[in-house]
């Protein structure tokens, strides 16, 4: 077996067992994602498990056996977290589930205030565990041992001198990028608090609007999250009012609510209600602080930190097709376990040459950078990844979505009606230097990317880089980007697909020589002037041959990727 061979078995072996582990179903040909959970199923568990859920800071987690004990009182504790807010002092929380939402509101409800210090008194699901003698008499504890916490300070990152360790130990590229995605992507806690910040929300107006839904979106659900990531939240008061139930349907109500006048200016009343919104959580929701409106935006926003959860939300109550956009991407991810690996290393690699950055402004955002990379899966000679199109076309009538402002947000929810098998068998370092030689010829000049046709189009206007909005599709994702961002954008890819193609050709992994090497992922996230260079590094990256990869496709050809097989 020659050399080359070898690698690819190993690969292919070690990418297998990657499936495996994340449950991916078709370990042996990539493209199926039968039998996983949809994402309205992993949205409602989640929201399930907030319901059953009760966050208690502790002076240490050494309180989790006393703390088990006494809240065993209120109902069966299934699991248990532990993670730490680094303030001027480390606080310390764990994050309690119970079996039922009736419990963790027996919990709540046996909440007290504290009476020494002075505090509005309102109800959540973030309280605090007081030593024991304090105020009432203390409920029978429950001689049961406490089961093991499930994760110890869970939403601490795994720190820079870590990661690059583990790194520079993988075997191969194949392995940096699976080692990186494990490790920097958001967990199941993270995911978790991210649910009970929401939940927080909604139920703070509850009492108004028995049907308000506080929605998780973005990066923190659709599966492209790393760890602290924001919270994108959308909040929708009552979309429920016009459901009949089947008993109403037959009979017609004759009780209409009274009602507060819309305003006749419907961005204007949104506008309103979220400056009055926003008096409400900086007043009444404990752990929100730094709350700052961002009205006249496009979408307003909300913003404010969560001292509970340490983390920062973004609320909006107008941006409907973000949360189905993030069910696109979700599905995306499901499609084929090579998807999330390979852009949470392109996310990185751009973070680390300062192509992104966590304020907005006229660079590339996350969002749009994961649009690339969806595209580049797209519009491979062997797509890895369907079209938008094909999925809207495979809609049945119960994947039918439109929202508020008439937007229609069809698609199938179901990508086995597809009938989509990639026969694409590229490594995760083989699609990496794909993407990088890809956007180093793209003609972002004159061509606009569009994910639901899945091949370039003719751009409609002067914006430096055009990508279709998927669901608005009079929208450009990308209309942000400055020209110099553009620019920038294809001298660094140029740049990495120098690096990567030798760092791919030199597969051997350098001997350390009692010195700390660099190569693979590490070189690729260097500074090219700090990069280590190794003899090859001086070919040309491999343009003419990148035409083979891709489809020649332009406006009017048809796309292969929907294909049934
Ligand atoms: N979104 C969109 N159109 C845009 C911008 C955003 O549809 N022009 C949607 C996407 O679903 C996106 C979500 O809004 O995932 C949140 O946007 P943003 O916070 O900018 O991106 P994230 O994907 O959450 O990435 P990050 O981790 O950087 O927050
Ligand atoms: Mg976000």
């Not at 506080?214 to 016009?242: E, H, K, T, W, Y």
């Not at 009949?244 to 609510?257: G, I």
């Not at 026969?423 to 370092?429: A, D, E």
Request: charged content about 20%; some cysteine.
């Amino acid at each position: 077996m020659n050399s080359l061979v070898r690698r690819s078995v190993q690969q292919l072996n070690r990418w297998r067992t990657y499936c495996v582990k994340h449950n991916a179903p078709e370990a042996a040909s990539p493209g199926r994602n039968a039998g996983k959970p949809i994402y309205e199923e992993f949205i409602g568990r989640h929201q399930r498990q907030a319901q059953c859920s009760i966050v208690v800071q502790v002076s240490s987690e050494k309180s989790y056996a006393e703390l088990y004990n006494y809240c065993s009182y209120f109902g069966s504790i299934l699991g248990a977290h532990h993670y730490c807010v680094r303030q001027d002092e480390t606080l310390h929380y764990i994050l309690l589930e119970y079996a039922t939402p009736g419990e963790a509101a027996a919990a709540i409800g046996a909440g007290v205030t504290n009476g020494e210090l002075s505090g509005v008194p309102v109800r959540s699901p973030f309280l605090w565990f007081r030593a024991a003698g304090g105020g009432r008499r203390s409920p029978k504890l429950v001689p049961n041992p406490a089961p093991a916490l499930l994760s110890l300070d869970g939403t601490q990152l795994v720190d820079q001198g870590q990661l690059l360790g583990l790194l520079r130990g993988a075997a191969d590229i194949e392995e940096q990028v699976l080692q990186l995605y494990e490790h920097t992507r958001l967990n199941e806690l993270g995911i978790r608090m991210r649910f009970l910040a929401a939940l927080q929300v909604q139920q703070a107006i509850a009492g108004m609007f028995p049907a308000a839904q506080a929605q998780p979106f973005g990066s923190s659900v659709n599966g492209f999250g790393r760890m602290g990531c924001d919270l994108d939240l959308i909040l929708r008061f009552d979309n429920d009012m016009g459901a009949k139930s089947p008993v109403e349907a037959a009979v017609p109500s004759r009780l209409v609510y009274h009602t507060k006048e819309n305003l006749s200016n419907g961005r204007s009343q949104t506008q309103r209600h979220m400056e009055c919104f926003g008096d409400m959580l900086h007043l009444f929701l404990p752990g929100v602080c730094h709350v700052r409106r961002i009205l006249q935006a496009r979408v307003p926003i909300i913003k404010y930190h969560h001292e509970h959860l340490d983390l920062e939300v973004d609320l909006s109550m107008s941006n409907l097709t973000g949360f189905y956009m993030s069910e696109l991407l979700y599905m995306f991810g499901e499609m084929d376990p090579r998807v999330r690996p390979l852009t949470f290393t392109i996310r990185r690699w751009a973070q680390t040459c300062g192509l992104t950055n966590p304020s907005p402004g006229r660079w590339i955002s996350n969002f749009s950078l994961t649009c690339l990379v969806m595209f580049f899966l797209q519009h491979l000679r062997q797509p890895i990844l369907p079209t938008i199109g094909a999925l809207a076309k495979a809609a049945e009538s119960g994947d039918s979505r439109v929202t508020e402002d008439g937007i229609n947000c069809t698609f199938t929810r179901n990508v086995d009606r597809l009938g989509f098998r990639s026969r694409n068998q590229s490594s995760l370092s083989e699609l990496l230097l794909q993407f990088f030689e890809f956007y180093s010829q793209f003609d972002f000049h004159n061509r606009a990317i569009s994910l639901n046709e899945g091949k370039p189009l003719s751009k409609p206007d002067h914006s430096a880089m055009y990508i279709v909005n998927p669901l608005e599709q009079l929208l450009n994702v990308s209309k942000n980007v400055s020209l110099e961002e553009c620019e920038r954008l294809r001298i660094e890819v140029r740049n990495a697909a120098w690096v990567l193609e030798s760092e791919v050709e030199n597969a051997s992994v350098p001997e350390a020589d009692g010195q700390e090497l660099s190569w693979g992922l590490l070189n690729l996230f260097k500074h090219p002037e700090k990069a280590v260079i190794r003899p090859n590094m001086f070919f040309k990256p491999r343009m003419v041959e990148v035409s083979d990869l891709f489809e020649q496709k332009e406006a009017g050809a048809t796309s292969s990727s929907t294909a049934p097989n």
